[in-house]
């Protein structure tokens, strides 16, 4: 499948068999994308010598890659819902402001420790395993997260074996001792912040109903200071109340933060939903901020935004790509009285519930389902130029808004396509500067 895109003056050609991409002049881009345009015999010569170069060199038309997904029956991850209960009443959370559509609670120590023991015991020959403490708000439940992190990490060293911990805050309480735990423990800590004071306290607040951007930029800023080169990213979510997002991630950056992600959000909420009509405008500002994250990365200023980052040369291998996220099959979620959901996204969906960390066993017909979904199940990405790169989308939200894990939200899709457009300019703008 051959997918051709202008951005601005600029004329590109992706080959998804081949996962190429070329930067071509116009006419050739009529060529390849307008049948109905007529040529002269001189232009049409000219035309066919590069598209011909390009066939013979495997790099267009090229057939597409079928490779078998890369799925085991053994366990990875798991995200510990360490608490179900948040200082935050975010208006967009999908939680239900933490609760999860349920009583609020944390997760004791025996739980977390019993969620270590079932992800060691299914873990097969892996070596490196994941655990991401999430919430709600797990600052509100650090002690079980340090003594799960010591507890996890004295077991895997008896197997042979090692964790990679991730925490997701709010950054409320994110005072001089949680900072110097996650430096010393965390692989990975994702900080939610939403952009412009104006932007975040709209819809992050407290529980007295203020404002919750005040009294969190000051620590996170300390903590990303702190950090040195270990991984972190603020992550931020948009709303049809802030569809100039571009403004945010530039705010964002400005204010020192490097790795950034800003999602639209996904929620029903008639005010904050992002609709169809909103697309040409969330269009328009992916394109205003890929023009300027291509004039500061060569200015020497650049930052990472995640959805700005594609390899089309290396990244994961093929079967890879096409097997989804492995949420239901290789990944977990578990929740305070340690029953166990897809993933954070399922959590408290009795419908998804695939049993209890101290069963130590899970719902085997739901877990088949998960392991048969790939990307060659979700019939709709057959036609897809982003189907090898965004792998059929996320099977929550496909399913709370299709009914079917296999039936992508097209809100998404429309979405990813842009945002992967963007990303193959960056890239080949990239590439240019380094000819």
């Given at each position: 499948m051959v997918h051709v895109f202008t951005y601005h003056d600029k004329?590109?050609?992706?080959?998804t068999g081949s996962a190429s991409l070329h930067e071509c002049d116009e006419k050739t881009a009529k060529y390849l994308?307008?049948?109905?345009?007529?040529f002269?015999?001189?232009?049409?010569k000219e035309?066919?010598?590069d598209v011909n170069g390009l066939k013979e060199a495997g790099l267009l038309y090229a057939d597409e890659p079928k490779a078998y997904p890369m799925k085991s029956g053994e366990v990875k991850a798991l995200c510990l819902h360490v608490s179900h209960d948040c200082n935050l009443r975010c208006k967009y959370c999908f939680a239900d402001e933490g609760a999860y559509h349920s009583v609020r609670e944390t997760m004791s120590f025996e739980t977390a420790k019993a969620a270590i023991d079932f992800l060691l015991k299914e873990s097969g020959k892996r070596k490196v395993l994941e655990v991401d403490f999430f919430g709600g708000e797990p600052l509100m439940n650090l002690d079980v997260v340090k003594r799960t992190v010591y507890y996890a990490k004295e077991e895997a060293a008896k197997l042979g074996k090692r964790f990679l911990f991730t925490t997701t805050t709010n950054g409320l309480l994110l005072d001089d001792g949680a900072i110097e735990f996650f430096n010393a423990e965390m692989e990975n800590v994702v900080l939610s912040l939403d952009g412009r004071k104006e932007i975040h306290d709209e819809v992050r607040k407290t529980v007295n109903g203020k404002g919750s951007f005040d009294a969190v930029i000051g620590q996170i800023k300390k903590f990303v200071k702190s950090r040195g080169d270990k991984h972190y990213y603020v992550r931020g979510t948009f709303t049809a109340k802030n569809l100039d997002f571009s403004k945010d991630v530039l705010f964002l950056a400005d204010e020192g933060f490097d790795s950034l992600s800003v999602e639209p959000v996904v929620t029903d909420i008639p005010e904050l939903q992002i609709k169809e009509e909103h697309l040409p405008q969330i269009e328009k500002e992916?394109?205003?901020l890929c023009d300027e994250y291509v004039k500061r990365e060569e200015e020497g200023k650049g930052f990472n935004f995640f959805h700005f980052n594609v390899d089309l040369e290396g990244g994961p291998c093929l079967s890879k790509r096409v097997s989804a996220c492995g949420a239901g099959n290789e990944y977990f979620s578990v929740v305070p009285n340690g029953d166990i959901y897809p993933c954070h996204q399922f959590a408290g969906d009795k419908k998804w519930r695939m049993g209890n960390?101290?069963?130590g066993k899970l719902d085997k017909d739901l877990r088949e389902k998960f392991a048969a979904s790939c990307l060659f199940t979700r019939r709709k990405c057959d036609g897809c130029f982003a189907k090898f790169i965004c792998s059929g989308g996320c099977s929550a939200n496909n399913y709370h808004y299709n009914g079917d894990i296999d039936i992508p939200y097209e809100m998404t899709c429309a979405m990813m396509k842009k945002r992967i457009e963007c990303a193959m300019h960056v890239?080949?703008?990239?590439k240019s500067r380094e000819k």
């Amino acid at each position: 499948m051959v997918h051709v895109f202008t951005y601005h003056d600029k004329h590109y050609i992706y080959d998804t068999g081949s996962a190429s991409l070329h930067e071509c002049d116009e006419k050739t881009a009529k060529y390849l994308s307008d049948a109905s345009v007529a040529f002269t015999d001189e232009e049409l010569k000219e035309i066919l010598a590069d598209v011909n170069g390009l066939k013979e060199a495997g790099l267009l038309y090229a057939d597409e890659p079928k490779a078998y997904p890369m799925k085991s029956g053994e366990v990875k991850a798991l995200c510990l819902h360490v608490s179900h209960d948040c200082n935050l009443r975010c208006k967009y959370c999908f939680a239900d402001e933490g609760a999860y559509h349920s009583v609020r609670e944390t997760m004791s120590f025996e739980t977390a420790k019993a969620a270590i023991d079932f992800l060691l015991k299914e873990s097969g020959k892996r070596k490196v395993l994941e655990v991401d403490f999430f919430g709600g708000e797990p600052l509100m439940n650090l002690d079980v997260v340090k003594r799960t992190v010591y507890y996890a990490k004295e077991e895997a060293a008896k197997l042979g074996k090692r964790f990679l911990f991730t925490t997701t805050t709010n950054g409320l309480l994110l005072d001089d001792g949680a900072i110097e735990f996650f430096n010393a423990e965390m692989e990975n800590v994702v900080l939610s912040l939403d952009g412009r004071k104006e932007i975040h306290d709209e819809v992050r607040k407290t529980v007295n109903g203020k404002g919750s951007f005040d009294a969190v930029i000051g620590q996170i800023k300390k903590f990303v200071k702190s950090r040195g080169d270990k991984h972190y990213y603020v992550r931020g979510t948009f709303t049809a109340k802030n569809l100039d997002f571009s403004k945010d991630v530039l705010f964002l950056a400005d204010e020192g933060f490097d790795s950034l992600s800003v999602e639209p959000v996904v929620t029903d909420i008639p005010e904050l939903q992002i609709k169809e009509e909103h697309l040409p405008q969330i269009e328009k500002e992916y394109e205003i901020l890929c023009d300027e994250y291509v004039k500061r990365e060569e200015e020497g200023k650049g930052f990472n935004f995640f959805h700005f980052n594609v390899d089309l040369e290396g990244g994961p291998c093929l079967s890879k790509r096409v097997s989804a996220c492995g949420a239901g099959n290789e990944y977990f979620s578990v929740v305070p009285n340690g029953d166990i959901y897809p993933c954070h996204q399922f959590a408290g969906d009795k419908k998804w519930r695939m049993g209890n960390v101290f069963e130590g066993k899970l719902d085997k017909d739901l877990r088949e389902k998960f392991a048969a979904s790939c990307l060659f199940t979700r019939r709709k990405c057959d036609g897809c130029f982003a189907k090898f790169i965004c792998s059929g989308g996320c099977s929550a939200n496909n399913y709370h808004y299709n009914g079917d894990i296999d039936i992508p939200y097209e809100m998404t899709c429309a979405m990813m396509k842009k945002r992967i457009e963007c990303a193959m300019h960056v890239l080949a703008e990239r590439k240019s500067r380094e000819k």
